[in-house]
């Protein structure tokens, strides 16, 4: 079989297996861009695979469009409904979902409410229950996992996580998807159901070397770091990757005050080797405010850090994003590097600063992998393309 997977510039691939069924997109509302751009990418390689390989020549497989349409109306006391306008029997379905949308509202009694991810997953279940078990196999594809951060017990909490992953495995969901969860062991909520968590490990460092054309990796001018002791294994991995030094800091919390829902940072202490005029990578899973990932790098530029790269999976900006636009007109931050797996405000992608990775190429590896029951070792390990991408920057062929 020819492996294009380690090659993320390749796209069409011939698989070995014939489609566990029809395929199906539900992209959700809050995902719309998101699952256009993915369902370009299926069709144009299934398309381009037609002539090549005869098998595939079958009724549906190839298509213009694998987009299915739904809707989730809401009467005027805020109630909602799902509702399927085709019919889902014997479908492979995969519904995409982005629980961090705030930008779609809807109205209760007159007055305008912003979607939360409590909305967002209610409708994501709505769904499922309108395939009323017809579809042959559903796998939900949520970039952002709901309520991940509330994934484990300090005192008397609320196990939200946990709770709707058993909830989606009992409904019928046979695969969820996310990326970069926040802690991937609550997949022990459901050890019978495919879980997977993916990282655009790969994804940052092509973004990164396609938009600035001098870094150089090597441990004497670049250093990965971990922003806190929870974001170690993914600087561990990356400065594995890469064959350069990392460091880490460490959150010292104030446990006698509660500020927005968590105990408010008292101090950042490092640990690692001198960053002395080195170009720094932040990475960490998610920026929601952003003082943390601010601070961090004001005490790395105190410790004669060159340049400082800001990355995260999920750039949710919950205080809007002036702050980095403070840091950056300072010299604090070089560059802000995140995803388009969560809503993004388009103001943003204007920045000069801000580098934005498109996922939805991934995305559609995913589901034409799934689709044909293949492994997805090649794609849960980033390492390969990671080298090979290196090799082609350090060797004067990467394109902007």
Same mark, same amino acid.
């Given at each position: 079989?020819?492996?294009n997977?380690?090659?993320?510039?390749?796209?069409?691939?011939?698989?070995?297996?014939?489609?566990?069924g029809?395929l199906?997109?539900?992209?959700?509302?809050s995902? =719309?861009?998101?699952?256009e751009?993915?369902?370009?990418?299926?069709?144009?390689? #299934?398309?381009?695979? +037609?002539?090549e390989d005869?098998?595939?020549?079958l009724h549906g497989y190839?298509k213009?469009?694998?987009?299915l349409?739904?809707?989730?109306?809401?009467f005027?006391?805020?109630?909602? =409904?799902?509702?399927?306008?085709?019919?889902? #029997?014997?479908?492979?379905?995969?519904?995409?979902?982005?629980?961090?949308?705030?930008?779609?509202?809807?109205?209760?009694?007159?007055?305008?409410?912003?979607?939360s991810?409590?909305?967002?997953y209610?409708?994501?279940k709505r769904?499922i229950?309108?395939?009323?078990?017809?579809?042959?196999? &559903?796998t939900? &594809?949520?970039?952002?996992?709901? +309520?991940?951060?509330?994934?484990?017990?300090?005192?008397? +909490?609320?196990?939200?996580?946990?709770l709707?992953?058993?909830?989606?495995?009992?409904?019928?969901?046979?695969?969820?998807?996310?990326f970069d969860?926040?802690?991937p #062991?609550?997949?022990?909520?459901?050890?019978?159901?495919?879980?997977?968590?993916?990282?655009?490990?790969?994804?940052?460092? @092509?973004g990164?070397?396609?938009?600035?054309?001098d870094?150089?990796?090597?441990?004497?001018?670049?250093?990965?770091?971990?922003?806190?002791?929870?974001?170690?294994?993914?600087?561990?991995?990356l400065?594995?990757?890469?064959?350069?030094?990392?460091?880490?800091?460490?959150? #010292?919390r104030?446990?006698?005050?509660? &500020?927005d829902? @968590?105990?408010?940072i008292?101090?950042?202490?490092?640990?690692g080797d001198?960053?002395?005029?080195?170009?720094?990578?932040i990475?960490?899973d998610?920026?929601s405010?952003?003082?943390?990932m601010?601070?961090?790098?004001?005490q790395? @530029?105190?410790r004669?850090?060159?340049?400082?790269?800001v990355?995260?999976?999920?750039?949710?900006?919950t205080n809007?994003?002036? =702050?980095?636009d403070?840091?950056?007109?300072?010299?604090?931050?070089?560059?802000?590097?995140?995803?388009?797996?969560?809503?993004?405000?388009?103001?943003?992608?204007?920045? +000069?600063?801000?580098?934005n990775?498109?996922?939805?190429?991934?995305?559609?590896?995913?589901?034409d992998t799934?689709?044909h029951?293949?492994?997805?070792?090649?794609?849960?390990?980033?390492?390969?393309?990671?080298? =090979?991408?290196?090799? @082609?920057?350090?060797?004067?062929r990467?394109?902007?």
């Open positions: 079989m020819q492996d997977t380690t090659d993320m510039q390749q796209d069409a691939k011939i698989f070995e297996n014939a489609p566990e029809k199906g997109i539900i992209s959700m509302e995902c =719309k861009s998101m699952g751009k993915v369902d370009y990418y299926l069709s144009k390689w #299934r398309h381009e695979t +037609e002539e005869k098998r595939r020549n190839v213009d469009s694998y987009l349409s739904v809707q989730t109306p809401r005027g006391s805020g109630e909602a =409904k799902g509702q399927l306008d085709v019919s889902v #029997r014997g479908y492979d379905l995969y519904i995409l979902t982005d629980v961090t949308n705030w930008s779609l509202t809807y109205k209760i009694s007159g007055n305008v409410n912003h979607m991810p409590d909305d967002h209610q409708d994501l769904i229950a309108a395939a009323g078990g017809k579809a042959k196999r &559903i939900v &594809i949520m970039p952002f996992l709901y +309520e991940s951060r509330q994934h484990k017990r300090s005192s008397r +909490e609320s196990l939200d996580c946990a709707a992953l058993q909830e989606l495995e009992s409904m019928g969901v046979t695969n969820i998807l996310t969860a926040h802690d #062991r609550v997949q022990n909520a459901i050890p019978t159901c495919g879980f997977e968590s993916f990282r655009p490990a790969y994804q940052f460092v @092509k990164i070397l396609k938009n600035c054309d870094v150089e990796i090597d441990s004497d001018h670049l250093m990965i770091i971990s922003p806190d002791e929870g974001a170690t294994d993914r600087a561990v991995f400065s594995n990757v890469l064959g350069v030094n990392m460091g880490m800091f460490y959150k #010292r104030d446990y006698t005050k509660i &500020i829902g @968590k105990n408010p008292a101090a950042h202490e490092f640990l001198s960053v002395e005029g080195k170009d720094v990578w990475i960490d998610m920026i405010s952003g003082d943390s601010i601070d961090v790098a004001q790395l @530029k105190a004669k850090a060159r340049r400082i790269f990355i995260a999976t999920f750039g949710l900006f809007g994003i002036e =702050k980095f403070q840091a950056y007109k300072d010299g604090i931050i070089y560059r802000l590097v995140t995803t388009n797996l969560t809503y993004q405000r388009p103001e943003y992608l204007e920045r +000069e600063y801000f580098i990775c498109d996922m939805s190429k991934f995305i559609a590896y995913i589901i799934l689709n029951d293949e492994s997805m070792s090649d794609l849960m390990d980033p390492h390969r393309r990671i080298q =090979k991408v290196v090799e @082609k920057y350090q060797s004067g990467m394109k902007k």
